[in-house]
């Protein structure tokens, strides 16, 4: 059973502050990693990850993937508190037909 | 943009109702997926669809069934409601790329 651990499960920093998001793996015939962001509705995408060791970075934010040790991190660099959300991680293998395993998420909170 | 539209915001239902939740997309995409999204569990699959009228299981079917009568339309529903299906419920879409997500809906059975 594919299987996707995400920590801290909850964050409080201050605005400025660097954060890094973890999120380790296991599953079966790796086929993507994936980051989205959640507010109060819908998750947003952020980022897809397939090859190990490429940064993908976008503004403040950015992660990379490490398939020897299976795992990713997200890295978000002068907080702000439009960052405060709940940040899901979800992995997909080639078994699984298109099915993501989703991590139980890390909350952030951005205090000003 | 990829839309996803879920009927509802917010319900209240009283167990053993029987529940259904609407769930439309505008991009034509063959995959559609149900979740039910609890803290500290985070995202779980209930059922998904590949094509019209074909449906497969997730992780946690048990009290659920779908519908899908057309591409566009993915329902997910609740035979007899209970207390333990409160919940946040998310339908998706998705083809080749990521997961697009509704905003949701918030389901309490009293």
């Known amino acids: 059973e594919d299987k996707v651990v995400q920590s801290p499960l909850s964050l409080v920093v201050h605005e400025g502050d660097t954060v890094t998001l973890n999120c380790s793996y296991e599953?079966?015939?790796?086929?993507?990693l994936l980051w989205y962001k959640q507010e109060k509705k819908a998750p947003t995408f952020l980022f897809m990850l397939t090859s190990s060791g490429i940064e993908k970075k976008s503004g403040r934010l950015s992660s990379i993937l490490d398939k020897k040790e299976l795992f990713s991190i997200l890295n978000i660099t002068a907080t702000q508190t439009g960052d405060s959300a709940v940040y899901l991680c979800?992995?997909?293998?080639?078994?699984?037909?298109?099915?993501?395993?989703f991590g139980g998420g890390t909350r952030l909170m951005v205090k000003p | 943009d990829v839309k996803v539209t879920q009927s509802s915001r917010y319900l209240v239902k009283r167990t053993g109702e029987k529940v259904f939740l609407e769930c439309v997309q505008d991009?034509?995409?063959?995959?559609m997926f149900w979740y039910r999204q609890d803290p500290g569990l985070g995202l779980r699959l209930i059922y998904f669809?590949?094509?019209?009228?074909?449906?497969e299981k997730g992780d946690i079917p048990e009290g659920y069934s779908v519908s899908r009568e057309k591409k566009e339309r993915f329902s997910l529903i609740l035979e007899s409601a209970s207390t333990n299906q409160t919940s946040m419920y998310l339908c998706?879409?998705?083809?080749?790329?990521?997961?697009?997500f509704g905003n949701g809906t918030r389901l309490t059975v009293t």
């Open positions: 599953v079966t015939n790796f086929r993507s």
């Open positions: 998706a879409s998705r083809e080749n790329s990521p997961l697009h």
């Open positions: 979800a992995v997909e293998s080639y078994n699984a037909g298109n099915m993501l395993t």
């Open positions: 991009m034509d995409h063959e995959n």
């Open positions: 669809s590949y094509d019209v009228k074909m449906k």
